[in-house]
């Protein structure tokens, strides 16, 4: 593989690409929903006569003119309930309404005009005064809420860190974050015969082409939804939320197709966030840096309404197997809260978790007076700790020496304030990264066509990711053929079964599944070019032919496949093909990893902080294409500044309310606070976990780099911030 620009590159740049509002519908009509304003209670009134009576008004729908929706909250739906059927108010921003017009506009300015009574109760809002209340879950990830994994004759973890030569403890908040991604939500529902189009951004099209038929109450083969292109996600658009299921329905209802496009403020309410997050990590270790226990136990808000599984579970995606200790407890519990759905955003539990254990890791090398990699590098896991089973590769310390050297870390200040530059106090930090590495049942298409060109096909999105590309460049590479001449398709739940864009499994999950296809096409070329009484091979036996980088090839002859196709007056050859992962599941570990450095200067008078230079070292198998694989890392960092420094959503206590629900107050990273990012990747192909020996990446890169800022601004300042995001007020007398 190689490096080269993306294949829809250019109808992005030039509009051309139509992403979920683009489309050119006919006789469209245009919802837009009402939201709640208070934050838990019940509608004990709605008057709704006025917004009927609105100009362009086609209908208003509510619970006392509800549109049907089925069941409960099915299986793919980000709340456990389902808009619009009952007059219960769960949190503020809750659909409460739909007015459908000729126009946005018109949508909206009836929307304006309708008139709610509730009977409202306190809300529940407060992470910190519910954490009494706290609950365990049934489990975390398949294992116990609360999991010790003791050494032999150790009684507790406390008696472990209480036994330790060393011990450092703190406690790390972190307020709801949103995705905020460039492309909000939106829906275009068509009904034709009885079967119903949508075109609606999705990370997982048959996901939710699922949901959607199971809440609506139609077979799953009457509903194709498309999303060929997707303006981001980060994990806000694999559930379905409420616009799709309602838009569908209400163009049923009225006999004409519907679009639904929420409006940024909406999305703070319609759709889900991460969950806000308290832990606390106590590290044990012997006077040589040896960890003798590792302590993690984390408190996260879940919604009232939301999907109850899709907390961030902190300690057991990041202190399960970040480093070696004989001792580790992981704790998780959940505070339940009147606020909009949690829902995974990019790396759950792994973003938060890192910036508390990486941030105490820092901690414990101050206190021994050791430097933070040599720290890192006593404590490496040669094995996944629990479970004995090795990595199916693991180069985290070539990570380590590799950003060490490209960064200069070995010409840092040995203790913090001691570089002053100006009105600048300037630090450095470093932190680790680490995201298990997904495969999922994934079935890939190749068609060999008579023009030369391969169709290449799975039923995957791409965000912004690079899907496209990887699918070209990985169904040229697997024929011999130039990626101009593979014709990718994806974005449709009508194609070859996948689950979707997430968990950084995209690439891993679907490269198998095409380059298996690839195979099977050859083979059946092959078997047509001996067989079939027009062709120039006909008669020769299996052996005496073979494919070779588009050409089929036999004694004095060479003739290409989309040749061979036309002679033959063969539309095509397909060929489909499913691969997952197998038994090697239970031999080993599947992880990616890599290591942060960066500098960072504090205005030693406002508080001012600067991410001046990040170095980033990636170890995740065989890069498909360096150019969009490095574009990912860079994403994650960028990321991860903004949980750093930036982001949080500001929830009113007494309401429930989000104050800051727009991007001009919810404060997100832009250009100028992006400094020069180096992403360097290791080449060591993981083989064992597909035969591509890719590992996914999308994620990997924002875990740590918050932790990486924090310890560069406490080496700056000498002023350790444990509460995110690490603000001037946090500084502005370091």
């Known amino acids: ?93 809750q659909i409460v309404g739909l007015v459908v017009a000729e126009t946005f506009e018109q949508a909206r300015d009836a929307a304006a005009l309708v008139r709610v009574d509730y009977a409202a109760v ?39 860190l209480g036994a330790s030569d060393v011990l450092v403890t703190g406690t790390f908040t972190q307020p709801i974050e949103y995705h905020s991604a460039m492309e909000p939500h939106a ?35 009457r509903v194709h939804l498309l999303s060929p292109h997707v ?24 006999g004409r197709p519907v679009r639904i496009v929420l409006t940024r403020e909406q999305t703070f309410g319609v759709t889900g966030h991460r969950s806000a997050m308290s832990q606390t990590v106590s590290l044990g270790a012997g006077r040589a840096g040896h960890l003798v226990a590792i302590k ?127 009105d600048w106090l300037v630090g450095t930090g470093m932190a680790t990264a680490a995201y298990p590495a997904s495969r999922y049942r994934t079935t890939g298409k190749v068609r060999l066509q008579p023009d030369g060109t391969a169709a290449v096909s799975t039923a995957t999105s791409d ?22 001449r593979v014709r990718p398709a994806l974005g449709d739940s009508a194609l070859p079964g996948n689950p979707g864009a997430f968990a950084s499994a995209g690439t891993a999950s679907s490269a198998p599944a095409v380059q298996a296809a690839a195979r099977s096409a050859t083979r059946a070329l092959l078997e047509l070019a001996v067989t079939h009484e027009r062709s120039p091979f006909h008669g020769m036996s299996q052996d005496q032919v073979r494919y070779e980088r588009g050409d089929v090839v036999g004694p004095g002859r060479r003739i290409p496949f989309g040749t061979l196709l036309g002679v033959v007056n063969l539309a095509g050859i397909d060929a489909t093909e499913t691969t997952a992962l197998g038994p090697e599941r239970e031999r080993f570990a599947f992880t990616s990893f890599g290591a942060h450095f960066c500098e960072v200067a504090v205005n030693r ?27 990912q890392i860079i994403g994650g960092v960028i990321f991860g500044i903004g949980q750093a420094l930036f982001e949080s959503a500001d929830l ?29 990747f290791l080449s060591h192909p993981d083989t064992v976990f597909n035969p591509l020996g890719a590992r996914g990446i999308g994620e990997l890169g924002t875990v740590g780099i918050a932790a990486a800022i924090g310890n560069a601004v406490h080496h700056a300042t000498g002023r350790r911030v444990r509460d995110l995001p690490i603000t001037l007020d946090k500084l502005i007398d370091a």
């Not at 990711?465 to 990887?470: D, R, Y």
Request: with cysteine; charged share 20%; aromatic share 8%.
């Open 231 to 254: 303006g981001g996600g980060f994990g806000n658009k694999i559930l379905t939320w409420g616009h799709p299921l309602l838009a569908a329905v209400a163009a049923k209802a009225l």
């Open 1 to 93: 593989m190689t490096a080269i620009s993306r294949i829809d590159g250019r109808i992005k740049v030039t509009g051309a690409a139509r992403y979920s509002a683009d489309y050119p519908v006919g006789d469209l009509a245009n919802g837009y929903l009402l939201l709640s304003t208070i934050g838990r209670g019940t509608i004990r009134a709605l008057d709704t006569a006025a917004a009927q009576h609105s100009p362009g008004v086609l209908a208003v729908y509510t619970h006392a003119n509800p549109l049907p929706l089925f069941g409960g909250a099915e299986s793919g739906v980000g709340y456990n309930w389902l808009p619009l059927q009952d007059d219960q108010v769960r949190h503020h921003g």
């Open 652 to 680: 009113e206590p007494d309401t429930g309310r989000i104050a800051n629900a727009n991007l001009a107050d919810y404060v997100l990273p832009v250009s100028t606070d992006v400094p020069p990012i180096d992403v360097r």
């Open 605 to 631: 008078w406002t508080g001012e902080s600067r991410v001046r230079r990040v170095t980033t070292v990636i170890d995740a198998g065989a890069i498909v294409n360096e150019k969009t694989a490095r574009s």
């Open 296 to 422: 993690h136990d984390a408190y996260a808000g879940m919604s009232g309404g939301g999907d109850g599984f899709l907390y961030e579970a902190a300690p057991h995606t990041t202190s399960r197997y970040f480093y070696a200790s004989p001792n580790i407890h992981l704790g998780q519990r959940l505070v339940t809260l009147d606020v909009p759905p949690q829902t995974p955003m990019r790396a759950p539990g792994q973003e938060a978790g890192s910036f508390a254990l990486e941030t105490a890791m820092d901690e414990l090398a101050v206190r021994l007076g050791l430097d933070p990699v040599e720290l890192r590098l006593r404590n490496y896991a040669t094995t996944y700790p629990g479970r004995g089973v090795p990595w199916s590769g693991k180069h985290l310390d070539e990570c380590y020496r590799v950003g060490a050297e490209a960064f200069g870390w070995s010409r840092r200040a040995p203790v913090p304030r001691a570089v002053v530059e100006g």
């Open 122 to 160: 306190p809300p529940r809002a407060s992470l910190r005064d519910g954490i009494p209340g706290a609950t365990l879950p049934d489990d975390v990830n398949g294992e116990p809420a609360l999991l010790d994994l003791l050494a032999d004759g150790v009684a507790s973890i406390d008696e472990a």
């Open 187 to 221: 829906a275009i529902a068509v009904w034709r015969d009885g079967y119903l189009t949508l075109y609606s951004g999705a990370q997982a099209p048959q996901l939710a082409a699922g949901t959607i038929a199971a809440t609506i109450g139609v077979d799953p083969s």
């Open 463 to 484: 965000l912004g990711t690079g899907m496209w590309t990887v699918l070209a460049m990985v169904g040229a590479d697997a024929l011999g053929i130039p990626v101009d």
